[in-house]
């Protein structure tokens, strides 16, 4: 079991920067896969990043193309925390961000994106919107 807590959503304008954090706790955290998803209002959850460890010393990362080079993932496993930092914020980047874990994330072929219905725990979700 895993319980997720997200931080650091609010209101930002646009071209700003805003950190993420989600705090995991309830089993070994290093071996978790992460990610970040989002959802508009009217619109799916979407996926946004995620990192994974692959048994050895490092992270894989993956990125929808809507955050490839203004979003970065990054996890601190003394911390148990995940986060996002994004920049050059963007008034579509506005949404509830969730934080979400899972065993093995479920990755599409093509684009590597993670698939919402492979994720086992979640977060409740933080508040994020760009004003223009």
């Known amino acids: 079991q895993v319980q997720l807590a997200e931080s650091g959503g609010g209101l930002v304008q646009a071209g700003g920067s805003l950190r993420l954090s989600c705090a995991a706790s309830?089993?070994?955290?290093?071996?978790?896969?992460m990610g970040w998803f989002r959802q508009a209002p009217g619109k799916e959850r979407e996926f946004v990043a995620g990192?994974?460890?692959?048994?050895?010393?490092?992270?894989?990362?993956d990125y929808a193309s809507s955050a490839k080079g203004r979003f970065t993932i990054s996890r601190d496993n003394d911390k148990n925390t995940v986060y996002l930092q994004m920049n050059s914020l963007k008034p579509e980047d506005t949404a509830v961000y969730y934080c979400a874990a899972a065993e093995r994330p479920t990755r599409r072929m093509g684009d590597n994106s993670w698939s919402n219905s492979g994720m086992g725990y979640w977060g409740k979700g933080t508040q994020v919107t760009v004003s223009s």
């Open positions: 309830g089993r070994t955290f290093s071996s978790v896969a």
């Open positions: 990192i994974r460890w692959n048994g050895d010393i490092t992270n894989y990362v």
